[in-house]
Structures are given as C-alpha cells and as structure tokens.
C-alpha cells in the first residue's frame, strides 16, 4: 500500500510540473519574423481583406500585436467592409502571360536563416498583393 501511495505521489508530482510547463511552452513557441514582414501582413489583412490560409496566430507580433488586437475587435462588430471590397473586383482577373513576357522577375526578399514558415507566409503575402494590386491596375486600364 506504501508502494502504491509512493507511486501515485511520484505520478502526481510530474503531472503538476508538465502541465505549466507544457502550457507556458505554448506561450513561447510563437514564430519570430522581421517586422517588415509583420507589417505587409497587416497591411494586407487591414486594407486589402487578405485572409491567409495558414494560422497567424502562431506569429509574434510584437509592436504591433495591439494593431492587429485592434483590427480583430473591428472585425468583430462588423466595421470593416473587406467583403465588398473583394466583391467588387471578383471575376476581374488580368492576363499574367502577356504582362510576364516582357518583365524581369525580382528574387523574393527572404531573410536568411527564418523559419520556414516565416517564408511561407512571405510569400503569401507578396503573392496576394501583387494579385490584388494586378487587379486594380486592369480595371483602371478597362476604365480608360
């Protein structure tokens, strides 16, 4: 029965060290990228409706984690119209091949030594704005 009672003591004592351990892990474990990156995702999120397909969350936002806490708020009462947005230009897609023919492609500003998931993410994010910014540079062409 001591027996019994010492492993049972023993079991308990490491479960009540992993389970801080574990969660302030959790709170540790948030993927560091430069701040330019910080910022496009931002801005893209803010201005132009990106939503990503990977979690955000799992990035520390450092100083500018209130503008993002900020953003989520608005988002949450419905003060953002990212969707009209995204509607209006839906369908508008300009024609990539005959643009790229004549065009220079610059290497991508990766940052040597990030995590892999930092340069996914970059790459998202450039891949979203130059398709947005594309977009509204052939409807202001259809315009004229």
């Not at 910022?39 to 990106?50: I, K, M, P, Q, R």
């Not at 969707?83 to 024609?95: A, F, I, S, T």
């Amino acid at each position: 029965m001591r027996k019994l009672i010492s492993v049972l003591f023993v079991v308990l004592f490491v479960f009540a060290l992993v389970v801080p351990a574990s969660a302030q892990d959790m709170m540790e474990d948030k993927i560091v990228c430069d701040s330019t990156l910080i910022t496009l995702l931002f801005v893209a999120e803010y201005e132009y409706g990106y939503e990503p397909m990977m979690d955000v969350s799992v990035f520390e936002k450092g100083q500018y984690a209130p503008l993002f806490d900020s953003m989520m708020s608005m988002m949450e009462e419905g003060d953002m119209m990212e969707e009209e947005m995204m509607d209006e230009g839906e369908g508008e897609m300009m024609e990539e091949d005959t643009m790229m023919d004549d065009m220079m492609m610059l290497s991508p500003g990766n940052v040597t030594d990030e995590p892999v998931e930092c340069t996914e993410l970059r790459a998202s994010v450039e891949s979203f704005l130059y398709d947005h910014y594309s977009m509204s540079v052939g409807m202001m062409e259809d315009d004229m």
